[in-house]
């Protein structure tokens, strides 16, 4: 290998070369080499005879040119581009200060160098040469398409490289610019970016609402098993779902492909296609359908709320089974998922049912109120005879005057609902306003948000679920399940509320819920119950340790002695209770252990 001096100005930079270099590290090297000289002679290799390519030694040849040398020592050797460029990466690579966005685009130069038509290297052979894992490799590239301001912020060290990496794995570069924007503007951190990144910006293929493996559906596209931008193909050593889209306009682009297939086959069919702003209206949180919607899910069953009490929901067969060649389902697409599902009018579904023989499953109150909306040239067939009752009776009122008071009840009821919260926001500490979770059996619970479902609509449902701090989830786990939710609720429900609710109930409803709210048993009640037992109390009485009286009051006591006398209470501003003859206004000589008490009815009638 030739060493010679050679001009500074016969030298070139080479295009595949690092291109940052430190500015007051440079004046450093230059002050240096004043004093000493270029230790290290400059790798180059021939261009034509007047000209040489530096393969590496850039940083040398510059802080030389700002010494004001004239020429500097280099070994002149042939090389290849291959070659130089693996050269020139181990050689930068090696280096504490190398910048990772130059790297990266070293490392991509290496992995798309070619040789008769096939690729040189491969994540596992580039790593291998290096020293290096196949997953740095793998994502160390990803920073060579990163966007000039966060390539610039990962230089400053104003954002951190595995930050930087995140950006870089999303494909379009529309969007690597887009979120690039957000994590700049929002000093956002790696946990930040990467929750931004999975909420807007992949999306799950396992529940893709297309056929993954269609080779057609998108042919520039192709299968998503295949796909590049498909995270399991990235070869990500912290990925741990292989099946991640990271591509949003082509995903976008298969579902709207996949959808119009659909719709075009479910109208050959003669299938009504509801549009996208119909669908948006049906579904609350662009997931579930509305609880007041007009339509229901064709393969569901009826819903519970509507269906007897004594009918046992599980054992229904859905609408679809049910209504089989009877009503015909629409197709709707669920907005925020993209899955279409079939939906069916409820009226028309009332109608069919009760004209099928099966009306006798629904409540009387619910045939009469879809008669009331539906007319009446429609009340007819939503009423069943058998269930009693004559809609077209004496007593009736005409449909739209019915229809018009259900809709003022409704928005009383909802009303009464805002007010009580205003009312007993400030009451927090008084827990008399309230009645806890404990107190009241879980069946109770589900049976107050059905009714405050029915009677108050969607907004109702979500005013009384703040009450209770649950959210649709939880919501529907009660409904369905009467399941509360692990923990306590976040607040008690108003004991106001649960009085107009219960008060605007239906008389089997009522009745339902006091049965089970009679036989309920709290869990304080059942140590009361305990204590009361040990203590040996006859019925009725209760501990006077555990349950004091909280004002005087006149009863019926029973001493430790075994004696039994009339007795009233009196408690001092220590709290301390003394027991009293109410005859003879002495104080008992025996301990109190146990009162008898009495609810309102009995004080009455004695």
């Known amino acids: 290998m030739d060493t010679k001096y050679i001009n500074v100005g016969s030298l070139v930079a080479s295009a595949t070369n690092r291109k940052f270099f430190d500015a007051d590290r ?15 002679p400059l790798l180059v290799r021939p261009l034509d005879d007047d000209r040489f390519e530096i393969v590496f030694g850039e940083r040398r040849w510059r802080a030389a040119k700002l010494a004001g040398l004239e020429s500097v020592e ?13 050269l020139q990466v181990v050689e930068n690579l090696q280096r504490e200060d190398v910048d990772p966005v130059e790297e990266a685009q070293m490392l991509r130069m290496m992995l798309n160098l070619e040789q008769d038509g096939e690729r040189v290297y491969t994540t596992v052979s580039l790593g291998e040469k290096i020293g290096k894992s196949k997953h740095y490799v793998s994502q160390r590239v990803l920073l060579a398409q990163l966007p000039r301001p966060i390539a610039d912020a990962l230089r400053t060290g104003k954002i951190q490289a595995k930050t930087a990496e995140l950006i ?9 610019k887009e979120v690039g924007d957000f994590v700049l503007k929002g000093d956002l951190t790696f946990k930040a970016t990467k929750e931004l990144i999975q909420r807007s910006y992949v999306r799950s293929l396992k529940s893709a609402p297309f056929d993954r493996e269609s080779v057609d559906l998108c042919p520039q596209a192709g299968a998503c ?27 976008r682009a298969k579902c709207e492909a996949s959808w119009e297939r659909q719709t075009a086959k479910a109208r050959e069919a003669g299938m009504a296609v509801l549009s996208d702003e119909e669908s948006r209206s049906l579904f609350v949180d662009g997931r579930h359908l509305n609880y007041d919607a007009p339509y229901v899910l064709w393969e569901s069953r009826p819903p519970e709320d509507i ?42 579904c009332l109608t069919a049912a009760v004209e099928q023989g099966e009306g006798e499953i629904f409540k009387d109150v619910i045939l009469r109120k879809h008669a009331a909306s539906a007319g009446g040239g429609a009340k007819a067939a939503f009423v069943n005879p058998d269930l009693g009752g004559d809609f077209d009776g004496a007593d009736s009122e005409p449909v739209g005057e019915v229809s018009a008071k259900a809709d003022r009840s409704q928005k009383e009821a909802l009303q009464a609902m805002k007010d009580l919260r205003d009312r007993v926001a400030g009451l927090a500490g008084d827990t008399s306003c309230y009645v806890a979770p404990g107190q009241m059996p879980i069946e109770c619970w589900a049976l107050l948000l059905q009714a405050a479902a029915v009677n108050m609509g969607a907004a109702g449902r979500k005013l009384f679920a703040q009450w209770m701090g649950l959210n649709e989830d939880a919501m529907l786990g009660l409904i369905l399940r009467g399941e509360l939710p692990a923990g306590d609720l976040a607040e008690c429900v108003p004991v106001a509320l649960l009085s107009v609710l219960v008060s605007e109930w239906e008389p089997h409803m009522q009745d339902k819920f006091l049965s089970a709210f009679r036989g309920y048993v709290a869990p304080d009640e059942v140590a009361e119950e305990s204590a009361a037992e040990e203590l040996d109390l006859p019925e009725g009485y209760r501990p006077a340790a555990l349950v004091l009286p909280d004002d005087e009051i006149t009863c019926n006591v029973i001493c430790a002695d075994g004696s039994k006398a009339m007795a009233y209470s009196s408690t001092d501003e220590n709290d301390v209770t003394t027991w009293c003859d109410a005859v003879s206004f002495e104080p008992l000589k025996s301990e109190v252990v146990g009162w008898e008490y009495y609810d309102g009815e009995e004080e009455e009638e004695a």
């Open 26 to 40: 440079l004046d450093e090297l230059a002050a240096n080499i004043s004093e000493v000289g270029i230790l290290q």
């Open 74 to 86: 280099c070994r002149v050797r042939e090389l290849s581009d291959t070659e130089a460029l693996e």
């Open 168 to 176: 870089g794995r999303i494909p379009n570069k529309s969007t690597r």
């Open 225 to 251: 098993g295949e796909c590049p931008k498909r995270t399991g193909n990235m070869d990500l050593e912290d990925v741990r779902d292989g099946w991640v889209c990271c591509d949003m306009d082509c995903f």
């Open 307 to 348: 269906i007897k009490p004594e009918v046992e929901w599980r054992n229904l067969e859905s609408w679809s089974v049910m209504l089989a060649d009877v009503v015909s389902p629409v197709l709707a697409r669920v907005p925020d998922t993209g899955r279409s599902v079939e939906l069916a009018r409820l009226d028309v």
